[in-house]
């Protein structure tokens, strides 16, 4: 069973409403993601403004509600049952988001990562299920679970005991994860497998790492992320852990070996655009970043 699932308080059901968002939303923005055209932000939190109205939009709202790391995606008469639960859910035919998104890592995004070989690795950690662990496994067996920095740790060793699987992070956050069974050290990229390669990126964390697979996948972690808002990739300036003027390093070390089509962060947005243009903004992001000063830590600030 999960260790997620028990909210310290239930909130009130609404008898005879659609789908809604209970206050003990947080803003994370996943429900957002997943059912953009009927879940908007409002006054600091989610809210869907529009019920579904055909089978595929109500699907997405199946996905909004088994995202929801507080489970504040409700439905009065519509259950979260195994049968219309969509996860892991495609996105193309190599990465599937894994959903179940842990209150444990502030609602992060997970990924699996299917591998030539029939293998998967698992990309920062969902909630803890036995059960979900299985049927992320069924995609095929699970050789590495990937954490890109220490808020996305909670559950990494679970999960890699359960499939068997090596465990990696950086030094800088080993006090995370102090058990893993493999270290990314100092800045240099570092080989994980055939066509993965973990580039570490000092900035949101001492320890932060992108992961790289294929020449395609840009597995971000909490370093840079799609903005809907601003319609471009962005850092998280206003929830920078350790040091923006290291990120603003990191990136201007790194962007220049990186090519990928998908960004896919552990918080703010997915995108897909040519490799081109990918290389093209993150050159850009690069360069406002290095203008960017020290803020306090503010979550409200972030462009979603």
């Given at each position: 069973m999960?260790?997620?699932?028990?909210?310290?308080?239930?909130?009130e059901e609404?008898?005879?409403?659609?789908?809604?968002?209970?206050t003990?939303?947080?803003?994370?923005?996943?429900?957002r993601?997943?059912?953009?055209d009927?879940?908007r932000?409002?006054d600091g939190r989610a809210?869907?403004f529009?019920?579904?109205q055909t089978e595929?939009e109500?699907r997405?709202?199946y996905a909004?509600?088994?995202?929801?790391?507080?489970?504040?995606?409700r439905?009065?008469?519509?259950?979260?049952?195994?049968?219309?639960?969509?996860?892991?859910?495609?996105?193309?035919?190599?990465?599937h988001?894994?959903?179940h998104?842990?209150r444990?890592?502030?609602?992060?995004?997970?990924?699996?990562l299917r591998?030539p070989?029939?293998?998967?690795?698992?990309i920062d950690?969902?909630?803890?299920s036995?059960e979900l662990?299985d049927?992320?496994?069924g995609?095929g067996?699970?050789t590495?679970v990937?954490?890109?920095?220490r808020d996305?740790a909670?559950?990494g060793?679970?999960y890699?005991?359960r499939?068997?699987a090596?465990?990696w992070?950086?030094e800088?956050?080993?006090d995370?994860?102090p058990?893993a069974?493999?270290?990314?050290?100092?800045?240099?990229?570092?080989?994980?497998g055939?066509?993965v390669?973990a580039?570490?990126?000092?900035?949101?964390?001492?320890g932060?790492?992108l992961?790289?697979?294929?020449?395609m996948?840009?597995?971000?972690?909490?370093?840079?992320?799609?903005?809907?808002?601003t319609?471009?990739l962005?850092?998280?300036?206003?929830?920078t852990?350790y040091?923006?003027?290291e990120?603003a390093a990191?990136?201007a070390?790194?962007a220049?070996?990186?090519?990928f089509e998908?960004?896919?962060p552990?918080h703010?947005?997915?995108?897909r655009l040519?490799a081109?243009e990918?290389t093209?903004?993150?050159?850009h992001?690069?360069?406002?970043t290095?203008?960017l000063?020290?803020q306090?830590?503010?979550?409200?600030?972030v462009?979603?």
């Amino acid at each position: 069973m999960s260790d997620d699932l028990s909210p310290e308080a239930e909130p009130e059901e609404r008898a005879g409403e659609g789908w809604y968002v209970d206050t003990r939303c947080t803003n994370c923005d996943v429900a957002r993601q997943l059912a953009p055209d009927m879940i908007r932000e409002q006054d600091g939190r989610a809210e869907v403004f529009r019920q579904p109205q055909t089978e595929a939009e109500q699907r997405q709202l199946y996905a909004a509600a088994f995202a929801c790391h507080t489970r504040s995606i409700r439905h009065p008469a519509h259950h979260l049952t195994p049968d219309v639960d969509p996860f892991p859910l495609a996105l193309d035919d190599t990465v599937h988001h894994c959903g179940h998104n842990s209150r444990h890592t502030a609602g992060a995004n997970a990924y699996l990562l299917r591998r030539p070989t029939g293998s998967t690795m698992m990309i920062d950690t969902p909630r803890w299920s036995a059960e979900l662990a299985d049927r992320y496994e069924g995609l095929g067996p699970v050789t590495d679970v990937l954490l890109t920095h220490r808020d996305h740790a909670a559950h990494g060793r679970r999960y890699a005991d359960r499939f068997g699987a090596r465990l990696w992070i950086h030094e800088g956050d080993l006090d995370a994860a102090p058990d893993a069974d493999h270290l990314i050290r100092g800045t240099d990229p570092v080989e994980i497998g055939a066509g993965v390669t973990a580039y570490p990126l000092p900035g949101h964390t001492r320890g932060s790492v992108l992961y790289l697979a294929d020449g395609m996948y840009c597995f971000s972690g909490d370093s840079f992320y799609w903005s809907r808002t601003t319609a471009d990739l962005e850092v998280a300036a206003s929830v920078t852990w350790y040091s923006i003027t290291e990120l603003a390093a990191s990136l201007a070390r790194t962007a220049p070996r990186l090519r990928f089509e998908w960004v896919l962060p552990g918080h703010g947005d997915r995108k897909r655009l040519p490799a081109e243009e990918m290389t093209r903004r993150l050159a850009h992001l690069t360069a406002r970043t290095r203008t960017l000063q020290p803020q306090p830590i503010d979550f409200t600030a972030v462009r979603w």
